[in-house]
């Protein structure tokens, strides 16, 4: 996780207080509220997620979660990052299998990450994303994620922590909805 945490400096140099004031925890069920509202913002600013859930305190919490951790700046949420199962839905997994030749099965899959607008600069999302890595980690499995193509800030997040595209594919959505992904794998740690 050290690296992890060290690339997220790196990221971040520059920006108006790298780190400072934030921590990272696992996300409590008294912090859902909490965590809907900055969602919220975060929908409101940049249209994450691109289809409001019903039931938002639900879709944070999928089948198969592994974890959840929040970040906190300034006594409040900053972030939140979620690590699942993988399943046969999702395209990371099978796209590393057919890389890696390893079992899907052999991966987690980070998601619902995301960063309030007013704690954006600090790096929040790098270290939110070092915490799910290390724990996928722990777990003997291999973090990998499937992002909207049209989230060009993550994809550059990504890229600038040293994550392997795996290609680009169409993922099907619940609500028929057909969406471009990118598909990305943590850097070998």
């Not at 899907?104 to 619902?112: F, H, K």
């Amino acid at each position: 996780m050290a690296d992890l945490e060290e690339r997220a400096n790196v990221v971040a140099s520059g920006s108006r207080q790298t780190g400072v004031g934030v921590g990272v925890r696992r996300r409590r069920t008294a912090d859902l509220a909490d965590c809907v509202r900055a969602l919220a913002d975060v929908h409101a600013t940049d249209g994450y997620p691109a289809e409001w859930p019903e039931r938002p305190a639900a879709w944070l919490s999928p089948d198969g979660l592994l974890g959840a951790w929040v970040a906190e700046a300034d006594g409040r949420i900053a972030g939140h990052v979620g690590l699942v199962r993988s399943t046969p839905g999702d395209l990371a997994p099978a796209r590393w299998s057919l890389r890696t030749g390893g079992r899907p099965e052999l991966t987690a899959v980070i998601g619902r990450l995301y960063v309030a607008p007013a704690a954006r600069g600090r790096a929040v999302g790098a270290r939110l994303l070092a915490r799910a890595v290390a724990h996928a980690r722990a777990l003997g499995l291999h973090p990998v994620l499937d992002v909207l193509a049209t989230d060009t800030a993550a994809v550059a997040l990504y890229r600038r922590l040293g994550w392997t595209s795996l290609g680009s594919g169409e993922q099907r959505w619940a609500s028929g909805r057909t969406v471009l992904v990118h598909s990305f794998a943590a850097p070998r740690g």
